[in-house]
Structure formats: structure tokens, C-alpha cells
């Protein structure tokens, strides 16, 4: 993957973490970092809201790149931390749709 952008701000109040290219595919990426998983893993913080504030987030990105006709998918990383040293970091793919009632392509 070749990244393209980091910290994309949305005017609409979104942020994208990571935005990448895999391919013929756009990926935006959203970071999550924890130092404690006994409750639950860092992906569940990725809730309904929050799809919906990436998915706007998204739309705005391509926008800004005049919308090019490409496939796109949201993943998230999960990284584990004990203080400032990173444990482990799980690449999860394809977590999620663009939400309802945002579409692209």
C-alpha cells in the first residue's frame, strides 16, 4: 500500500487517519491505540457514529481529489501499547461500509 494522505480533516468534523492506495483501491485507514484490551479490542471504538463521521469524511477526501473511479474500503490498525512502546499492531481490512445513507461509485 502507498500512502496518500495522513490526518485528513473533513470541514464536516471528520478526520481520517490514514488514507492509502492498495491497488485499484482507495483505503482509509482509522488508528486505534490502546494500552489495555481486557474490556475490549480497540476496533469496537469504531462504532455507528463514528462510521458515519469517516464515511462524510471519505466523501470530502474524494471530492477533494475530483472523484476518481476507484473501489474504496474502510480498514482500521489496532496498536497496543505498554507506555510509548508498541506491543503488537493488527491490520484489520474491509471493517465496514461506507454508512447509510453515503454512497460512492
Not at 34 to 63: C, F
Not at 73 to 96: A, Q, T, W
Request: hydrophobic fraction near 40%; charged fraction near 35%; aromatic fraction near 8%.
Amino acid at each position: 500500500m502507498r500512502l496518500l494522505a495522513r490526518n485528513f480533516r473533513s470541514k464536516r468534523r471528520g478526520e481520517i487517519d490514514l488514507v492509502l492506495r492498495d491497488g485499484d483501491c482507495l483505503v482509509f485507514a482509522e488508528v486505534k491505540a490502546r494500552t489495555d484490551e481486557r474490556w475490549t479490542r480497540p476496533a469496537a471504538a469504531v462504532n455507528q457514529k463514528k462510521r458515519r463521521l469517516l464515511s462524510v469524511a471519505a466523501l470530502e477526501y474524494l471530492r477533494s481529489v475530483n472523484n476518481p473511479p476507484m473501489r474504496v474500503r474502510f480498514d482500521i490498525v489496532e496498536v497496543m501499547l505498554e507506555g510509548e512502546r508498541i506491543l503488537n499492531v493488527r491490520h484489520l481490512p474491509n471493517c465496514f461500509e461506507m454508512e447509510e445513507p453515503f454512497r460512492y461509485g
